[in-house]
């Protein structure tokens, strides 16, 4: 299938099938993936947590609003974090990056207000986001982009000290009844006049 084709083929899935496992490999890949993400000079500002532990996924969901059900039938969530504590983050950024991104990211940081400056990290994760919702249908699976978590409540869960979650993406196969397929529920956009320009 072409990318367009693909896109074309890719839904919010809101209905999982509970049997089918995804193979070990398409994890690995997705991993990999999401760490290729690209982001604004580089900053890399995220963590992304693979669940698949049903215990913990079981209390995921039940702190994701309307998304409890899905994250239930669905065997993998992936939790998408962003850089909370920027003391330890400066540490990231002094030990792991090139000279020329700690001094534009350095400079970023003493002249914005913190609250632009966390805008600015939090943005970087709906790159992700994308090339992972990409990534999953691309790799044969269906997938599910959420907001809808309670922040607070994944922190403690997941015991996290440094990063604090800000996206979660459900991922696994869709199942045959699921209503928003878009063989039963066309894609619902506005129109190539309206949001495209061509000069
Ligand atoms: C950033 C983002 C957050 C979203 N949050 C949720 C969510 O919490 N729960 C859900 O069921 N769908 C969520 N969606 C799915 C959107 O409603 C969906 O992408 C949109 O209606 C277009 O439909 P499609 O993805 O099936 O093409 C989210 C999508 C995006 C991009």
């Known amino acids: ?8 083929s890719r839904y919010s899935t809101k209905k999982y ?5 995804i193979p070990e490999s398409k994890i690995e890949d997705l991993k990999e993936i999401l760490r290729l993400t690209p982001s604004s000079i580089n900053i890399q500002p995220w963590k992304f947590t693979f669940v698949q532990n049903a215990e913990v996924k079981t209390k995921l969901a039940a702190a994701s609003l309307h998304n409890e059900e899905k994250i239930n039938q669905a065997k993998l969530l992936v939790v998408f974090s962003v850089a909370d504590d920027l003391d330890a983050f400066q ?3 002094d030990s792991e990056y090139v000279p020329a991104l700690r001094d534009w990211y350095n400079n970023m940081k003493a002249t914005m207000p913190e609250a ?9 994760m709906y790159i992700a986001l994308g090339f992972g919702m990409t990534a999953s249908i691309s790799l044969g699976l269906d997938s599910t982009p959420m907001e809808g978590i ?6 403690d869960i997941l015991g996290m000290k440094t990063y604090k979650p800000v996206l979660a993406m459900a991922v696994g196969y869709g199942a045959d009844d699921d209503y928003n397929r878009p063989e039963v529920r066309p894609k619902s956009r506005r129109s190539p006049e309206d949001v495209i320009e061509h000069i």
Request: aromatic share 6%; no cysteine; net charge negative.
């Open 116 to 124: 632009d400056l966390r805008t600015w990290l939090a943005k970087q």
């Open 1 to 8: 299938m072409n990318i367009l084709n693909l896109i074309e």
């Open 150 to 155: 309670e922040a607070e409540k994944y922190v």
């Open 17 to 21: 099938d509970t049997e089918k496992e």
């Open 91 to 93: 540490k990231v950024v």
